[in-house]
């Protein structure tokens, strides 16, 4: 089998939890949301394992794998989060500018080349998804979620140097 197709596959994966965390979101079931953008980490971090050790992924697998990540780690978390913050125009304007942030992120990791292959610049998208899920579901009062929130979109479009752990953009 071609290892390219298996790039694709993994990035569908990614796409479709996304899709089926913002459905269960939509319903109310927010801890399935949670293990949804969870699994599509797993498998976006699978796909990312694969496409770089073959270093067959083409501008298209890229191009899918960075909207796939941008529905599952942004659009998934922010719609997750927004009910939860219970501040309806403030929430609308956070989980906003997590996308927004977030889709900086994908764009400026698609069109730069690293100088040090052992970090990051910014905080990759699905450690951000990651965060604000978690964040959904642990007992934080509301003005520390809004700063923790304002906290990871900053992370994501600043130059700080993050290292990596694992197959993350």
Same mark, same amino acid.
């Given at each position: 089998?071609?290892?390219?197709?298996?790039?694709?596959?993994?990035?569908?994966?990614?796409?479709?939890?996304?899709?089926?965390?913002?459905?269960?979101?939509?319903?109310?079931?927010?801890?399935?949301?949670?293990?949804?953008?969870?699994?599509?980490?797993?498998?976006?971090?699978?796909?990312?394992?694969?496409?770089?050790?073959?270093?067959?992924?083409?501008?298209?697998?890229?191009?899918?794998?960075?909207?796939?990540?941008?529905?599952?780690?942004?659009?998934? #978390?922010?719609?997750?989060?927004?009910? =939860? $913050?219970?501040?309806?125009?403030?929430?609308? *304007?956070?989980? +906003?500018?997590?996308? @927004?942030?977030?889709?900086?992120?994908?764009?400026?990791?698609?069109?730069?080349?690293?100088?040090?292959?052992?970090?990051?610049?910014?905080?990759?998208?699905?450690?951000?998804?990651?965060?604000?899920?978690?964040?959904?579901?642990? #007992?934080?009062?509301?003005?520390?979620? =809004? $700063?923790?929130?304002?906290?990871?979109?900053? *992370?994501?479009? +600043?130059?700080?140097? @993050?290292?990596?752990?694992?197959?993350?953009?």
């Amino acid at each position: 089998m071609h290892f390219r197709f298996v790039s694709i596959i993994f990035s569908t994966a990614v796409l479709s939890s996304g899709v089926i965390s913002m459905i269960f979101s939509f319903h109310g079931k927010f801890v399935h949301a949670v293990i949804c953008v969870g699994i599509a980490a797993l498998c976006a971090g699978l796909g990312c394992t694969i496409g770089e050790r073959f270093h067959n992924i083409s501008e298209i697998g890229k191009s899918y794998r960075s909207l796939s990540e941008l529905i599952s780690f942004g659009a998934a #978390p922010s719609i997750i989060i927004y009910p =939860v $913050l219970k501040l309806p125009t403030f929430s609308l *304007l956070l989980a +906003s500018l997590f996308i @927004i942030c977030g889709a900086l992120r994908l764009a400026r990791y698609n069109i730069t080349t690293t100088s040090n292959p052992n970090c990051y610049t910014g905080l990759p998208i699905q450690a951000a998804g990651l965060l604000l899920t978690l964040l959904a579901i642990l #007992p934080f009062q509301w003005e520390m979620k =809004v $700063l923790i929130i304002i906290s990871i979109c900053y *992370l994501m479009v +600043s130059r700080i140097n @993050i290292p990596r752990f694992y197959m993350m953009r």
